[in-house]
């Protein structure tokens, strides 16, 4: 554990922002588009891009924000 992180200072870290988890998931579901279309591309099977969705807006959905 850190030094001076917020468990050390007896506080719970504050929650993301909406518009913080909003611009998380919009990453995440480009990040899966990108690597849908490059899927399907290199397999000729176009279902990779709604698995590569599928995979973006979990992931940007189940990820925490970065700290602002």
């Given at each position: 554990m850190s030094k001076g992180s917020d468990?050390?200072?007896?506080?719970?870290?504050e929650p993301p922002s909406p518009?913080?988890?909003r611009?998380?998931?919009i990453v995440?579901?480009?990040?899966?588009?990108?690597v849908g279309v490059v899927l399907g591309a290199l397999t000729?099977?176009?279902l990779w891009l709604p698995a590569g969705l599928a995979l973006g807006l979990?992931?940007?959905a189940i990820m925490k924000p970065p700290a602002e």
């Open positions: 468990r050390d200072r007896g506080r719970a870290p518009q913080a988890r611009k998380q998931i995440g579901i480009v990040m899966g588009a990108i000729q099977f176009w979990a992931t940007g």
